[in-house]
């Protein structure tokens, strides 16, 4: 696998806020990746240091094996769908269409054509008086179409419903498969987005706190729950990331089992449940005092 | 999809059931990587990890530009592979939720026998 970013020891201080915190990584060739955290955790700096928006404190970044700032032959292959795009006051999305393929290469107008179908976006309506799902649909559409080897989207789609989703997930896999090149989604929605991911970076306060394949992930993590003292008997020496009572009944999440652990929590009248990617985010991310205060 | 496990298994274990039950015929064409991502929402590099494994084990077969096939046989040898995991995986569940529940052997002999029936 080449890397097509390769992020070493990074760090951004914003006065005495540290925004990344010697973050080190790579973004993998034609791989899609899941860029994931809590809100603040550097999700968006870290995207726009990548791509040479900002200058970093410290450490390095290399996008194509070049420094990204100010280098507009590495910054080509790359487009960036942000949450917040914005647009020159007069522009209606027709516009932002044909200027498109000026800043992108690889952009396809076609697929562009098919996209504000599928999305149903007015193109000569001012962008202004769009709905923020529509304004969201601009931006799926031009990451879409533009096909740069490199593509990141942060929170694409603030206000797209369920059906937009949907559409995106699916043209995106289906346009990946024919032309495949590097994704990042940056998101939330964690649980709609894990089966498109091969790989997930966890971003949290600045650190890098997962950075493993998918497949790795998916069974990284079990709940098990039963009789609080079977449970408890059970638990003895894991590391528990998360724990719940209910009376005499009691609920853990541990790590990876083995076979033979399997058999015994089931000996020991224990249920085990699955935990999903989302589920296992939110309580590596989660700091104990919110826990304390949410039991 | 089951969460627990791996999606390339679940994706390897779906073919295989499909072949099971005879919907893949042996010799015929599965589905392309790219059909069985875009069947399942799940990433391409995903499903190709689910076809080569059945590959690996000799139930799929690469034609050179055309695409996968279900090798001779294969129907067999994944009869034979699932009877050994057939007490593990139903029996001992079976019995152990019969147990929990006061179902005697012979009750549970029983109920086996009427549902065959039905």
Known sequence: ?295 | MDESRPIFVQIAEGIENDILSGLLAEETQVPSTNEFAAYYRINPATAGKGVNLLVDEGVLYKKRGIGMFVAEGSRARIAAKRRDQFASEFVRPLVAEATKLGISRIELADLIRKEEES
Not at chain 1, 107 to 118: I, K, P, S
Request: aromatic share 8%.
């Open chain 1, 1 to 295: 696998m080449t890397a097509v970013v390769e992020v070493s020891n990074l760090s951004k201080r914003f006065g005495q806020f540290t925004a990344v915190d010697g973050a080190s990584f790579s973004i993998e060739e034609n791989t899609i990746h899941g860029l994931l955290g809590r809100n603040g955790a550097g999700k968006t700096t870290l995207m726009q240091l990548i791509t040479g928006q900002d200058f970093a404190t410290g450490g390095s970044i290399r996008l194509f094996g070049e420094s990204p700032v100010e280098n507009s032959r590495a910054l080509a292959n790359v487009c960036f769908v942000k949450e917040s795009q914005k647009y020159p006051d007069d522009f209606k999305p027709r516009h932002v269409l044909k200027s498109a393929p000026w800043f992108f290469p690889e952009w396809d107008a076609a697929f562009a054509e098919r996209l504000v179908a599928d999305f149903r976006l007015p193109l000569n309506r001012r962008i202004k008086k769009l709905s923020r799902g529509q304004l969201s649909a601009i931006g799926v559409i031009v990451g879409l179409a533009s096909r740069a080897p490199l593509t990141f989207f942060d929170e694409p789609y603030l206000g797209l419903d369920a059906v937009a989703r949907q559409t995106f997930y699916d043209r995106l896999l289906e346009d990946y498969a024919d032309h495949p090149r590097t994704v990042v989604l940056s998101t939330h929605l964690i649980d709609e987005v894990s089966n498109l991911l091969e790989r997930v970076i966890v971003v949290d306060e600045g650190r890098i706190i997962i950075d493993s394949s998918s497949d790795d992930l998916r069974g990284s993590a079990v709940t098990v729950a039963g009789p609080r003292a079977a449970v408890d008997t059970f638990v003895a020496g894991r590391e528990v990331l998360h724990r719940e009572q209910l009376g005499g009944l009691s609920s853990a999440t541990v790590g990876r089992l083995s076979e033979a652990d399997r058999t015994a929590a089931a000996r020991a009248g224990l249920e085990l449940a699955p935990v999903s990617l989302q589920q296992l985010i939110v309580r590596t991310t989660t700091s104990d005092t919110e826990w304390s205060q949410a039991s």
